[in-house]
């Protein structure tokens, strides 16, 4: 099992985080795609949401997950077959975890290559948690193409009561 990098955001200027620029990429990308698959089916209308969700599985993938809850902690479950853990890293902020994987495939020899659906593949995840997290808490493991994430949940300040004097 080896370990993840993560990146622990405690309190975001979510404006600033790098990650968002290269989701405002990929949606670009998106878009472009929508719009080539709409034209290679010959500009017929209605299907915008069919071509958007089938660009977006293009160009970011969409692996299967799960979120579990514990007295303590929230679990994320994420699979990413054929990814290595160097090839992720998880980002955690108080209130959500977002998982980006990347990877390039380039196959090299002397033969003559037909078609290929390797090449470049990114995934980007954002788990938002129910409730506040500890972002300097967080661990991530990928093993066997499953990736494993551990979020504890952040402490919560227990109310006490004061005492008031009159005047």
Not at 120 to 147: C, H, T, W
Not at 150 to 164: L, R
Request: glycine residues 4%; charged residues 30%.
């Amino acid at each position: 099992m080896a370990n993840v990098a993560i990146r622990k955001v405690e309190r975001p200027d979510i404006s600033r985080l790098p990650i968002f620029e290269e989701i405002e990429k990929g949606l670009n990308a998106v878009r472009h795609s929508a719009f080539e698959i709409f034209e290679k089916r010959g500009s017929e209308m209605g299907h915008a949401l069919e071509d958007w969700l089938l660009a977006e599985r293009y160009v970011f993938g969409w692996p299967a997950a799960e979120s579990a809850e514990m007295d303590s902690k929230y679990e994320v479950e994420l699979t990413l077959p054929g990814y290595e853990a160097k090839e992720v890293e998880v980002t955690a902020t108080p209130s959500e975890i977002i998982v980006h994987a990347s990877c390039k495939t380039e196959k090299e020899g002397a033969r003559k290559v037909v078609w290929s659906e390797f090449g470049s593949n990114e995934v980007y995840r954002q788990f938002e948690m129910p409730q506040l997290i500890d972002a300097n808490k967080v661990q991530a493991s990928l093993d066997k193409g499953m990736l494993h994430i551990i979020a504890a949940k952040a402490q919560v300040a227990k109310a006490k009561p004061m005492a008031v004097a009159a005047a």
